[in-house]
């Protein structure tokens, strides 16, 4: 049968030798599902490969908000935490999981907005990183005219790959909706939930993320039971870390928060009654549960989904939120490098590749002065918003400081700062609170910004290349095509 790829001609362009894959591979399972060979989903993938024999998987991971300023943050942090009286000669000892890359570039994220703004949402930068194609602000996976646009991981399934998608937000937040969901605007949150546990033919093996409400009858405005339906239809359900630990490597669908989203990381880890999971945890699971669910691979998508949340509210919270984001970069460029978790089914290419939607808050390492202190950012020992809640009973301008330097480190409270805390403990939030203060941090706003975001990526030579310069975010997804040979 004669086909471009039967030639053997070396100079066909690969996305052509790899839609001809596609096809070849989509008439196979076609065929096995018409003479009723095809039991299961996971046992046609056993069967097939698409990509030359090696399991090739695309782990991408996404910091809601982030930038090349919260990636320096997230060093200092780390190098100051780690010995504060060699810092800042340490700076350079700290190996971020971002250090790893072997290619470093960077995108444009404006969308595609009527009127012209240039300042996106994670929508529209969703939608781009997800397809290819810029749309409106707040549109998930479609066009102006609400025609659903396919998505790369929609591609992988199709193509006999597993799929997970994993986030602190909620699970139908725009970020994850826009991989495996179409709706006009991202508030739709109860249909995103629909559509991912009734859009089979998606069929998302790992589902991780926080709010159960848009999932639950007693919730719902339709009272669909979606938990339930997803359970029927082979997912394992769990609500605690300590479950999604004991999970077996079945399809899995965690919802970890009752509404809303995961606490930030610094809440978290405060909190020793907590049942929410780690984004590492999170990340590390579903790489272990996709391995095993095809011999093809995988395409994950992590979201460390509250950096954006902290810089919306101007909170000094958002650096530990990027180094927990980079520790699950760590965890993935580990896996590129080593030999897998050990259930898959042969040797792996992966492509791992972490890259911001947009910034948020124009996060600024300086405030007026060439003044920076990172003591009270380390020192911090929760949110803004939850050191407010704290303050919220105090009576007396003492328990006020005595309870700041417990929290924050800051033994020089004045009496008068006290006394505004005292009087309004909301003024612990936001730009001028204390800790930004007295750190020298620095917010421009709490909205997004339009400026480029990085992009790092390691993997095989034949395809990390493609992200080791400027490129639109619309690019992005030709790289995870490429080295998936899904067009
Ligand atoms: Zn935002």
Redesign the pocket.
């Known amino acids: 049968m004669p086909s471009t790829t039967d030639t053997g001609r070396n100079d066909e362009p690969t996305t052509e030798r790899a839609s001809t894959a596609r096809r070849t591979f989509m008439a196979g399972l076609g065929a096995l599902a018409g003479s009723g060979a095809l039991g299961t989903t996971a046992s046609a993938r056993d069967g097939h490969g698409v990509g030359g024999g090696r399991t090739r998987n695309v782990i991408l991971l996404v910091p809601?908000?982030g930038s090349r300023v919260h990636d320096t943050a997230a060093r200092y942090y780390s190098a100051y935490q780690d010995d504060p009286a060699a810092f800042p000669a340490n700076i350079d000892d700290v190996e971020l999981g971002i250090d790893r890359a072997d290619a470093v570039g960077s995108v444009s994220t404006y969308p595609d907005d009527p009127d012209g703004q240039l300042i996106t949402?994670?929508g529209a930068a969703g939608t781009a990183i997800a397809t290819g194609q810029k749309t409106y602000p707040t549109a998930i996976s479609v066009d102006h005219a609400g025609n659903p646009i396919e998505t790369v991981l929609e591609r992988a399934a199709a193509a006999g790959y597993a799929t997970g998608l994993v986030t602190t937000t909620q699970l139908t937040h725009a970020t994850p909706a826009a991989f495996a969901t179409h709706v006009r605007s991202r508030g739709q949150q109860e249909e995103i939930a629909r559509q991912y546990v009734r859009e089979q033919d998606v069929d998302v093996d790992v589902l991780l993320g926080g709010d159960r409400s848009h999932f639950r009858a007693d919730s719902r405005k339709d009272h669909a039971d979606l938990i339930g339906e997803a359970e029927a239809n082979g997912y394992q359900y769990v609500e605690t870390a300590d479950e999604l630990a004991a999970a077996e490597n079945e399809k899995i669908l965690g919802l970890f928060t009752e509404t809303g989203h995961f606490d930030y990381s610094l809440d978290r880890t405060d909190d020793p009654d907590t049942t929410q999971p780690t984004l590492p945890e999170m990340t590390v699971k579903a790489i272990e549960v996709l391995e095993s669910r095809s011999r093809n691979g995988f395409f994950l998508m992590v979201e460390g989904g509250r950096v954006?949340?902290a810089?919306?509210a101007n909170d000094p919270a958002v650096v530990p939120e990027q180094v927990e984001h980079d520790a699950a970069v760590n965890v993935a460029m580990e896996y590129a490098d080593g030999p897998g978790f050990g259930r898959g089914r042969g040797p792996a290419d992966t492509l791992v590749v972490t890259v911001a939607d947009?910034e948020?808050g124009g996060l600024v390492l300086a405030r007026d002065s060439y003044h920076m202190d990172w003591e009270p950012i380390v020192d911090q020992e929760v949110s803004q918003g939850v050191l407010a809640a704290e303050l919220e009973p105090l009576s007396s301008v003492e328990e006020v400081k005595t309870h700041i330097e417990a929290r924050t480190g800051i033994d020089d409270l004045s009496t008068d700062e006290a006394n505004e805390l005292l009087d309004d403990p909301s003024a612990i939030t936001g730009r001028d609170s204390v800790v930004n203060r007295r750190a020298g941090l620095g917010w421009r706003t709490d909205?997004?910004s339009a400026t480029d975001v990085p992009v790092y990526a390691k993997g095989p030579d034949a395809i990390v290349g493609h992200f080791g310069k400027h490129q639109d975010n619309t690019d992005l997804v030709d790289g995870f095509d490429a080295h998936l040979n899904l067009r």
């Open positions: 809601d908000g949402d994670s954006d949340h810089g919306h947009h948020t909205t997004h």
